[in-house]
DNA sequence: GATGAATGAGAATTCATTCAT
DNA sequence: TATGAATGAATTCTCATTCAT
């Protein structure tokens, strides 16, 4: 199922003894898996490429897994618990469509940069440079950034177009964004935010500035 | 990876009753594999799965393609060659920036609409988005957009802001909303059309109209 | 069963009139099997080969062969019935030891010489860059000089000694000389004939010369 | 092609149990293999031939090998390991040249009596010579006394005639008529040793003794 | 006969998962 | 709890052979 690319990804050789205090074994296996998916995407990525990144032995991941799938949902369950509080607090202070449009934007990019760093992206059979879609942090800012939206339009802080069309609109540009701000170094987080900004509230943003 | 560089262009029509077995067989093959990529992601789908939805011998699948990834090129390239035209002449006749933006949305629209029909759904083994990123059609779509806005940018027709900025934001927007479009029936092609040109000539739609 | 090589077997392309007197496609098949069981040896060639170096259909392996063994051995037959008569001949005429084991020796250099001109050798996956055991041509060798030895050594011209290990002794320094000799330009047939005579006649030759 | 050329030379001696058992595994997967390769040479094995004769899981044989291929060199190594200090000696004391080629000829005849027990014989499908040429011990017996003679050559205890043929001759002698030494039980080394001896110090051996 | 696509048994290899240590 | 070898089902791919044209 994997004949595609070299596995680059070196487990991180434990040395010192703190390292040692492994029931953060937990962990060590959540970081591979964080990897391995960022690289290889959920579907590629097997079990075996996890472990492989962890440095443990094969059993000790069973010890704490059941399947890929769970380590997929315990990755998301924890960057869901960080993005949450980051996103309540945002939506909480915006009062117009724009300031809120902007911190959903932001909050969305802020955390993308900060959990993706370092991400190798190559080796894709069909040559497809692209940031992996089905990574546990993505489907995280998807759902957040969704139900943002949805929210605010029910709370009537955007306007009242079509709901489903905005969501999906603002999700894809986010995302699509998202790719192309992280390709520059450091991630243009503030331009990103801007000009998506603008775009939701007064089309191509070159018109105004 | 063209070994075969030197045959004759156009491949003889096919006349006798084998060949055009045959030429059904490769068309068999193909929509089998473009009915499971959309369904299982081309990660996850393997070349048993294509040949099962194919009600072929499992040999004959190596009679026309050498692996999953030759048959994806196939279709991408199938696509590409359907597409291609289609956007050059809207590149073409579009003297405005409105004009532009609405008939790519369009083009893409109707060509994913009319690509993407028989697409099964369900099936996936956790919660990833449920769309597939890694299809071939969406890839062309991608690839096609994305020079046509560069180009028209490029010529002036539409103002010269980040255009990478820009051309994620409009593939993000016409990625995400195809999808949403497509839950309609039937598919909402002017509706999405609308709505995405209003986004990028104005602004969010209701802010306006 | 064959991953290991490249086939570089070009298919003798028909082109004339007189090539397309087919039931010579007997013939074809024979010649390409030859070529084939000389680069790749018996149990590495596979029917697939021989037909791609034929040129022909696949189907029309089977109106002429029901499967690879009885090509070999219609090869096999094919060479004995070739050499039968020359070592008859050269038996006849023998009078002394010396006479007979030189025209043995000779008879075989000459008929593998004749038979095995244009052989390429390499592509085995142990690096093998030995001369084939398991080609009918050299079964055929191998099986006359034996008879040869042990008919000469029954009628008296040889000392009886013992008759298998000089048997041995003699098809090993045949086999393992004709190789050496055919790398030799032209195949110095005159050289390994008076070498191998000379073994078996006095001991080391330069203890003579 | 030795990407772990780093780690300490002296592979750590298997103390636990389960390295025992490891330890155990990969001799068992060698000798099936030999036994194998010895029956239906090393073209015609498969892989699941050798793990049929090993008694364990397919994909045991992975955790060990990569490919046949990998076997085949493992037994080559690890039999080539074992005779090259018997040639080395051998060569070191002999002071004339028929002590030379005796003891050549008597180590070759001993390594591959001890090698080839348990052959298991019968089963090939054609007609073929039953003598594998394509078995890993065989491949390092040529080798080995190749250079054995070449050097001993080169020292001028052998007389200076055609090297190449002399090697080729010697060879030839050495492995056909270990092949009949075999049939004879107990393996007939001391005999074979004197006949082939005696054919390169003096000729035919019955027309001096 | 000649053709060459279809067939499906079988060979090579990978992988998730178990379990004795 | 950690280990990592063993397992065997699942997968990819090859090949001899058949058969409609």
């Known amino acids: 199922m994997n004949p595609e690319a070299g596995r680059p990804l070196k487990p991180p050789r434990p040395s010192t003894k703190r390292e040692i205090t492994k029931t953060q074994n937990r962990g060590l296996i959540l970081d591979a898996a964080r990897r391995v998916f960022a690289e290889l995407g959920y579907a590629a990525a097997t079990v075996r490429d996890i472990i492989g990144a962890t440095g443990l032995a094969s059993g000790t ?25 980051q996103l309540r607090e945002a939506r909480m202070k915006a009062e117009t469509g724009e300031d809120f449009i902007a911190s959903a934007f932001r909050t969305f990019f802020e955390f993308l940069a900060r959990v993706r ?25 998807f759902t957040e950034l969704r139900e943002d939206i949805e929210a605010a339009t029910a709370r009537g802080i955007l306007p009242a177009t079509d709901a489903a069309y905005l969501a999906a609109a603002m999700i894809g540009v986010a995302f699509e964004m998202a790719e192309e701000m992280m390709t520059r170094s450091p991630p243009d987080i503030d331009g990103a935010t801007a000009f998506a900004t603008r775009v939701f509230m007064g089309g191509l943003p070159s018109s105004r500035a």
């Open 117 to 141: 760093t370092g991400e190798a992206g190559g080796g894709n059979p069909s040559a497809l440079p692209r940031m992996r879609i089905d990574t546990p942090e993505v489907v995280v800012g």
């Open 61 to 85: 991941f069973y010890n704490y897994f059941k399947s890929k799938e769970e380590v997929f949902q315990a990755i998301r369950d924890a960057a869901a618990l960080e993005v949450r509080p």
